[in-house]
């Protein structure tokens, strides 16, 4: 199933049409079958099943690589790849280099010494997916929280969509999808990843048994199975 399929709206709540490619990407991201473990990166189970109601059927890779930050980039950086905007590839790392699948298909990698980094023609250009790995790869070594936050714009709470993310000094969550009402209230689904790398998990909520989130009681510091976000904030971001 899929994240539309399997996760139908509380009672009274509707998804919102939208035009939004990336928005519509994310529900129909696929699920793995339901009770399904969420598995870290070396393929033993996560400690703590107790907080997840779905797990993606996305490949985490066979390193230590993707954490709660990187699964944001992941998934915004596979629906690029997939639909070809590769010049909306490129992420800042964590020390403001903007690293760019475009230079990287042509061939260049990173270079690194004391405090700088560059860019140096050291391969043949290649646009293959193998080759779009290995950038997503460097990206999640070298970019984090931090670098996500400083180049995305703070959203209102009440302006939330699918694809915004939670975020604050050492952890970030995907808000994955939302639904509202007539009056204007919301139900969002949240999805992360963790340290150790592992799969992204859909999280339990405290509202629904279905995991859905209803805006209108969440206060800050925000409580989520694995995480608290301060108050005053500001918690909710648009990533580019």
């Not at 339901?34 to 400690?47: F, N, Y």
């Not at 689904?189 to 209803?214: N, V």
């Amino acid at each position: 199933m899929t994240v539309e399929t399997r996760f139908i709206p509380p009672f009274g709540y509707y998804r919102q049409k939208t035009d939004d490619a990336y928005i519509q990407y994310l529900r129909q991201l696929p699920l793995k079958a339901a009770g399904s473990p969420v598995l870290l990166h070396t393929g033993e189970a996560k400690k703590n099943q107790s907080v997840h109601v779905a797990t993606l059927d996305i490949d985490v890779g066979k390193r230590n690589y993707q954490n709660c930050s990187d699964a944001a980039q992941k998934l915004r950086c596979e629906h690029l790849y997939a639909t070809k905007q590769w010049d909306k590839i490129k992420y800042h790392l964590s020390n403001g280099f903007l690293l760019s699948w475009d230079e990287w298909r042509a061939g260049y990698r990173l270079k690194r010494e004391a405090k700088k980094t560059w860019m140096v023609k050291s391969a043949k250009a290649d646009d293959s997916y193998e080759t779009f790995r290995k950038h997503l790869d460097q990206l999640f070594i070298y970019a984090g929280v931090d670098s996500v936050m400083r180049e995305s714009t703070a959203i209102a709470l009440q302006d939330m969509q699918p694809s915004d993310v939670f975020a604050s000094r050492g952890h970030l969550i995907i808000v994955l999808d939302v639904a509202e009402n007539y009056h204007g209230n919301k139900m969002f689904l949240l999805a992360q990843s963790f340290i150790p790398a592992q799969e992204i998990e859909i999280l339990t909520s405290p509202h629904t048994k279905t995991g859905w989130y209803d805006l209108s009681k969440i206060e800050f510091p925000f409580q989520t199975p694995e995480w608290e976000f301060p108050a005053p904030g500001p918690n909710l971001w648009r990533m580019p």
